[in-house]
């Protein structure tokens, strides 16, 4: 299957690439890994007739702990978070949702910066950044601006990047210590779509639940905080009748979607299990 | 309007002026004429084109050549030495890999990046592994026993026997 023809170019730095977004408008996409991108200009569902390749763009693929926050470059991969030490030691709950994401071949080209700005509401990443409080650094034609990812993530396939605007770091604040955090996943096959997934970042400190978030994928248009769930916790001991009581609020709010993978009431029944075995799989060494 | 592209496969450069829009595979099969890598789902699942790229294995049938400008590409094709096969491609000639054939250029190439980061798999890291590529003849079991066999081969320090020549 081929995409129908465009034009491609292969900006050398970001103020070069918003200037080619600028110059063609809505007619241009930005390509990062391509992995969303591609398959839908495959199926001719996206025919863009101008593509800005961000691939060769310096100093957008990186990992690091600055100032109390751990910041990835948009270009970072899958495969660089999945086997980050850095990640693997204070935000495993992003190594646990890359290392579900696609497949090997999948994860060595998709990107961070690509799934966040793909805004699929089965994608992966989207309720993790929600969960971790994520703060998106987007780059323009009047400078950058900082956008939290409770206001990043708009509808299916809509965020809030102005369609000159390129998505260039994510930045999340580092978990305190004690703070821990998973993804669980239901789908059918591997390499498919999340039907419901459950990002948690949980800390319990003593005999206390003293940080809860949970973000929710595959629970509406876009990806959702389960905040029955943190309310009912905070501030608790977090005994396992609690978690049992308070992961039955992870369908508060939410508006799940019929299609093919299951009935709405299939996914709010997926949300309230992978929302009790992700606190309890979080709490057990306490 | 068409763009230059040179790349490295399996050693030989190419240089070629092609539409933006041409797939890496199709690049790597109609215009460099390397067969060996497969089209099957055309759709990112099945991973019969899988190639390694810069050490990375990617499914060629989700790239534009263009982004492959620069690259070092390894097919199917350049992993034996001269008449010798590669450990994976002896192990899956040894242990019945392959029935139809068409997924083994993909699984091969897969399997190599596996063992290049996991030189001693499980079973389940095996097939774990290899979730980005299907067989149709769900010949999965032989598959993932000539894995095992091409990593005892390949662990440092075995002893090679000596390899089917390839005529």
Redesign the interface.
């Known amino acids: 299957?081929?995409?129908?023809?465009?034009?491609?170019v292969?900006p050398r730095t970001l103020p070069e690439a918003v200037a080619e977004l600028v110059k063609h408008g809505q007619e241009a996409k930005v390509?990062a890994g391509?992995?969303s991108l591609?398959?839908l200009?495959?199926?001719r569902l996206s025919t863009p007739s101008f593509?800005v390749?961000i691939?060769r763009i310096g100093n957008l693929s990186y990992i690091r702990e600055e100032d109390g926050h751990i910041a990835i470059g948009a270009l970072t991969t899958h495969?660089d978070i999945e086997f980050s030490d850095l990640l693997k030691n204070k935000l495993r709950l992003l190594t646990s949702a890359a290392s579900q994401i696609?497949?090997?071949?999948?994860r060595?080209?998709g990107t961070i910066g690509g799934a966040a700005a793909h805004a699929d509401p089965n994608g992966d990443f989207p309720a993790c950044l929600l969960a971790l409080d994520a703060e998106l650094k987007a780059v323009g034609p009047k400078g950058e601006r900082t956008i939290a990812a409770r206001d990043f993530f708009v509808d299916t396939f809509t965020t809030s990047l102005e369609p000159n605007e390129i998505l260039r770091e994510i930045r999340i604040a580092t978990p305190p210590p004690g703070s821990k955090g998973t993804y669980l996943k239901f789908s059918r096959r591997?390499?498919d779509w999340a039907i419901v997934a459950v990002a948690a970042q949980v800390r319990v400190t003593g005999h206390e639940v003293t940080q809860v978030a949970i973000g929710l994928t595959g629970m509406g248009s876009r990806p959702v905080r389960a905040s029955g769930v943190e309310q009912a916790l905070r501030g608790k001991p977090g005994h396992d009748d609690e978690l049992r009581a308070a992961a039955e609020r992870a369908v508060d709010g939410t508006d799940p979607q019929q299609d093919l993978n299951g009935s709405p009431d299939y996914r709010r029944h997926l949300a309230q299990v992978l929302t009790r075995r992700a606190l309890e799989q979080i709490t057990a060494h306490h | 309007?068409r763009?230059r592209v040179a790349v490295t496969i399996n050693g030989t450069k190419h240089e070629h002026e092609v539409?933006?829009?041409?797939?890496l595979v199709?690049y790597i099969r109609d215009v460099a004429g390397l067969t060996g890598t497969h089209v099957g789902c055309?759709?990112?699942?099945c991973?019969a084109c899988?190639v390694e790229l810069d050490g990375?294995?990617?499914?060629s049938c989700?790239?534009?050549a263009?982004?492959a400008?620069g690259t070092q590409i390894t097919t199917i094709e350049g992993l034996a030495q001269g008449t010798a096969l590669h450990p994976l491609q002896q192990a899956f000639w040894d242990e019945h890999g392959l029935q139809c054939g068409f997924c083994t250029p993909g699984m091969i190439m897969?399997a190599k990046?596996?063992l290049e980061r996991n030189p001693n798999p499980t079973e389940q890291e095996i097939r774990?592994?290899l979730?980005?590529?299907l067989c149709r003849c769900t010949g999965y079991h032989n598959i993932v026993k000539s894995i095992q066999a091409a990593a005892k081969v390949m662990a440092p320090g075995a002893e090679r026997k000596a390899p089917a020549s390839v005529s």
């Open positions: 299957m081929n995409p129908a023809a465009f034009d491609y292969v390509l391509g992995h591609i398959p200009m495959k199926l593509l390749d691939g495969h696609g497949d090997p071949q999948v060595n080209r591997s390499q | 309007m763009r539409e933006p829009r041409l797939l199709h055309d759709t990112s699942n991973g899988t990375h294995s990617v499914k989700t790239m534009f263009v982004q400008d897969a990046q596996l774990v592994g979730e980005g590529n």
